[in-house]
């Protein structure tokens, strides 16, 4: 069955309101899964209008192509641990870059041998090459941080930006050869020299910054769909793309600003990290040492308190520890104990990390607060448990010049009454920072994996641990 143009544009609307709804719903736990629904939705339309388009001849090569996807895709859903799901993001993102690589490519060896290639095509395809390749290779380093593959600390060297600018001057320069002049050569040096951009941009970037990063190249991979939707003449491509392009910019400029970090510096990597010389307050606070408590010691003064602040990392994620946080704060409340729960925007590994884990425990919607919501009562607070999370709460942030992440927002864990940390080590975090708030006389740490750790206060609550 084939339907016409009209019925498809009408389909591609309805799909985009879809897609725009549920971007809105996924702008709070409380509507992201209808949100998600939206999404679907949008999309099974999309494919069905453009599956039954008549510029569609042949179905076999779709059909394959869609089972294989579809056979994929189920089993990373089904096998992949949320904690694994900043990566596998990364990895997504790379898949959307060589698309439209390849689809350009392909646009440009059948426009060749058929004599229909003109500029403004010439143009399309440069673009969709260069925002494709720069994609795939960013995140593809990417994957490789998040997955341990490869060293979250920055890879800076003398030079790099200058390397950068260069790079992309000569990329944009080869685009416009190949635009002009359909050159063969140009197309492959233009390429390759993306691929090229791509790696060099996003090595430089270290762990602190890396949720940001993830946002960023979901963005790139916007304007890559969108770049291929004008090659392919797809309205809808382009619209989705546009959506994606500006949503993904739009987060890390906010995630950004949470973080009092310039865009640019982010995403070129590497600024503000020189650090100045004397003895730094990590070695200055080192000499204090740190205390560690028991499971025990943390209950005796939580069953005491009027109100536990929660601090989720990506040590809560690791340890899938947020079910036994859930049942913690249950026992808690029924002790009349306030329990709350702090989100820094980039606590874990990408945005909405935390919340999705949280979420996925049934932990209700209003016991979860934003940073700006619940700074103001962490001096009033008895009992803060920090689960995992460590840059988030580092008070060198504000008190450390030399600290890389000097001027980052963090929660202000530290003004709390008593401050209980559960580490596996002292270890630092992942942007390679100590923190400082372990040397605090209010903070202690209690080393153990979190779920072991949280599961034992569960159990002490209970009356077994007395």
């Not at 039954?52 to 994929?72: H, K």
């Not at 500029?119 to 090459?129: F, K, N, T, Y």
């Not at 309205?235 to 392009?245: E, H, M, P, S």
């Not at 920090?386 to 003004?415: E, Q, W």
């Amino acid at each position: 069955m084939e339907i016409s143009a009209n019925t498809q544009a009408l389909a591609y609307l309805v799909a985009a309101v879809l897609f725009i709804l549920g971007l809105k719903g996924l702008t709070h736990p409380a509507s992201a899964r209808k949100g998600n629904f939206f999404g679907m939705a949008g999309m099974a339309i999309a494919i069905g209008a453009t599956l039954l388009g008549s510029e569609v001849q042949s179905y076999g090569f779709i059909i394959a192509g869609v089972v294989a996807g579809a056979i994929i895709g189920s089993v990373l859903a089904a096998r992949v641990q949320m904690t694994a799901m900043p990566q596998l993001v990364a990895a997504l993102h790379s898949f959307v870059g060589m698309a439209a690589v390849l689809v350009a490519l392909g646009t440009y060896l059948n426009k060749a041998q058929a004599g229909l290639l003109n500029p403004v095509l010439m143009g399309e395809l440069s673009a969709g090459i260069v925002i494709g390749a720069i994609t795939f290779s960013g995140s593809v380093i990417a994957f490789g941080k998040l997955q341990g593959l490869i060293s979250g600390a920055p890879v800076i060297f003398k030079g790099q930006h200058l390397l950068n600018a260069l790079l992309a001057l000569v990329t944009v320069g080869f685009a416009v050869v190949f635009a002009t002049t359909e050159a063969s050569w140009a197309l492959v040096l233009m390429t390759i020299l993306a691929f090229v951009l791509g790696f060099t941009l996003i090595i430089p970037v270290g762990g602190a910054d890396m949720p940001v990063i993830i946002s960023m190249l979901n963005s790139y991979s916007g304007w890559a769909a969108a770049a291929t939707g004008f090659t392919l003449g797809n309205n809808l491509l382009i619209i989705v793309g546009a959506l994606v392009g500006f949503s993904g910019a739009i987060l890390s400029y906010i995630m950004c600003r949470a973080m009092n970090r310039s865009i640019i510096n982010v995403v070129f990597g590497g600024f503000g990290g020189e650090s100045e010389g004397g003895p730094s307050a990590v070695a200055q606070a080192a000499e204090k040492g740190v205390k560690a408590a028991s499971v025990e010691d943390a209950i005796y003064w939580m069953e005491d308190a009027n109100r536990v602040i929660i601090v989720p990392g990506y040590g809560m994620a690791v340890a899938q520890a947020q079910h036994a946080l859930k049942e913690l704060m249950e026992l808690l409340e029924e002790n009349d104990v306030e329990v709350k729960f702090a989100i820094h925007p980039v606590a874990g590994r990408m945005p909405g990390h935390m919340n999705v884990l949280l979420a996925e425990a049934d932990i209700p919607y209003d016991h979860v607060l934003e940073m700006d919501e619940i700074n103001p009562e962490f001096a009033t607070t008895d009992v803060v448990l920090v689960v995992g999370a460590n840059d988030v709460t580092n008070p060198a942030a504000k008190t450390d010049p030399s600290s890389p992440i000097y001027g980052m927002p963090i929660l202000d864990v530290a003004k709390a009454r008593n401050i209980y940390v559960i580490k596996r080590s002292m270890r630092p975090g992942y942007s390679g920072v100590e923190n400082l708030l372990y040397y605090q006389d209010n903070c202690s740490l209690i080393f153990g994996d979190a779920k072991d750790v949280c599961e034992g206060m569960v159990t002490a609550l209970k009356g077994g641990g007395h």
